[in-house]
């Protein structure tokens, strides 16, 4: 019985202290889910992506280093080493597999260089390694220490996505002369490398003030994307081509707006969303979390789970809105989540990679 108080007591802490909503449903993990860690000791994981024959490939934003884990092992040797400037925010911030990475072999590759631009380059991989890094777009910004954004995935329409931040420069981002504060939509079957002076064609939807995390929902097949306040409000937006969600004119959810309101507003103290992902319909999950948004926060190590209801998906209800803790990982600081082959959450932190896997029995960690 005294555990179960300080339980409640530390929960009851985490909420009032970090902004939880109050009618949000929290929980350590729910009855039948188990919690592993997979790999620990990396060097500022902040992304991780499946490719399509299983291996597991992962990103450090200081070292520059793409890693694969194959057969359960990290490969001894990087899959490629980039060049980044990593200073503050900067750094190697995201990857994409390219749709035809089976035929092409192309992966995608989003970093920062120099101290005034980020660039998105992709490379083919021969022999299980990758070379000849190719120019794709090169992102001037004030300053690549602060806001990047960064975040990319590719659609069902071939095109590859990617969240910008505003640099540090909030007007940026109602700027339709910048390529900053914006989601662009990348055709990589053009010519390349593209021309950044030439936005216009680039622009899919603006108004953003630091982009981490995106989504494509497969019910709508339409993007989700968040976005981070400076001091809390973090949003979950639904996107749609030429919209503006009114960075920095506008923050959070407000009932009279000329903008795109989000769907969902994390309240005064925010939660750092970091990575997102739908939870699919073949997956090994009962039935109540399939097509369900997962979130996870790099704050203090949550993971969110939310329904979406309407005829648009564009709404969540309180009460279909939870907060899972996984308990000793919860003061780990999360960077991006994916669903792996096995069904399982993969879920990469600053530090380690963990996965939530559904075993029917009594929820755990290991």
Known sequence: MAGRRYLCLFVAVIIVLYGCKPDARTSRMPRGFRVVELLGGINACMDIAF????????????????????????EPQPWAIFSVNSTGEGGLLAMAFDPEFEKNGYVYFFYSTGTSKNVIVRMKEVDGRGSKEEMVLEIPTPDNSLNNGGKMLFGKDGMLYVSTGDGGRADLAQDDTSLLGKILRIDPRKELPLDPA??????YAKGFRK????????????????DKGPVGHDEI?????????????????NKISKYKKP????????AGPSGMVFYPSWGNFPDEYKNNLFIVDNKIGRIYRARLTGKRLNRIQKKDFSIWLPDSFAGTILTDITVGPDGSLYIAGYSKIIKVEYSGREGGEE
């Open 51 to 74: 490719s399509p024959d299983g291996r597991l490939f992962f990103i450090e934003k200081n070292t520059g280093r793409v890693r694969v884990i194959k057969d359960g092992a990290v």
């Open 198 to 203: 030439d936005p216009e064609t680039l622009i």
């Open 211 to 226: 982009g981490t995390a995106m989504a494509w929902n497969p019910l709508n097949n339409t993007l989700y994307a968040t």
């Open 237 to 253: 937006n639904l996107v749609e081509e030429g919209a503006n969600y009114g960075w920095p004119r506008e923050l959070g959810f």
């Open 263 to 270: 769907i969902w507003d994390f309240g005064r103290r925010g």
